[in-house]
């Protein structure tokens, strides 16, 4: 039988099941910390490691999440532009409350607060991916079109 998952991870597990997908979360013995672990971890290809971002407006506060394949940076400059305002990289204590999950295990779903939200294109080339479950050890698969569909996104190129 498959052990009981830790706290923050069932919080995701029930945040995909609310939506109807049948995708399960792993807790794995390695660290999945970083898109390379991760990849690692599952055996797929860094590119279809879903980086869960957490930016916030310099002008409002609000936080942005965006959703980039492993190897992308984000070009923060596009992104503020579709925000209409500038944007920074959140700091570790801003991340955990606005999304209730500490860096290194931000999941795409099940935050405390619904959060605009922008995909990263380069993960809709790939059928399935991965995305951070809650914690720094914790991931579930998830087709990429159901990705799209189970956070709202918007799908632009963030790079
Ligand atoms: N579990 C993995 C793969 S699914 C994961 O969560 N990767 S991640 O890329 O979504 O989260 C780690 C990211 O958090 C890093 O790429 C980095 O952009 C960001 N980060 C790491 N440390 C800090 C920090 N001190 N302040 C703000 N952001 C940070």
């Not at 998952?5 to 939506?19: F, I």
């Not at 290809?45 to 980039?68: E, M, N």
């Not at 305002?85 to 500490?102: L, S």
């Not at 914690?135 to 159901?146: G, Q």
């Amino acid at each position: 039988m498959a052990k009981e998952l830790t706290t923050s991870a069932q919080k995701v597990q029930d945040a995909l099941t609310a939506r109807g997908l049948t995708c399960l979360v792993v807790e794995l013995p390695d660290s999945t910390r970083t898109a390379e672990e991760a990849a690692v971890a599952v055996g797929c290809k860094v590119g279809q490691i879903v980086k869960s971002l957490v930016f916030r407006g310099k002008l409002t506060g609000q936080p942005i999440l965006v959703l980039a394949s492993g190897p992308n940076r984000v070009n923060e400059i596009r992104i503020g532009e579709l925000v209409s305002e500038p944007i920074e990289k959140a700091n570790a204590d801003f991340v955990r409350k606005k999304t209730g999950f500490v860096i290194g295990g931000v999941p795409p779903i099940g935050h405390m607060e619904a959060l605009p939200t922008y995909i990263d294109e380069d993960l809709l080339q790939y059928q399935d991916v991965w995305a951070a479950a809650g914690t720094p050890k914790a991931v579930f698969k998830i087709y990429s079109s159901d990705l799209k569909r189970a956070t709202g996104g918007t799908v632009v190129s963030i790079k």
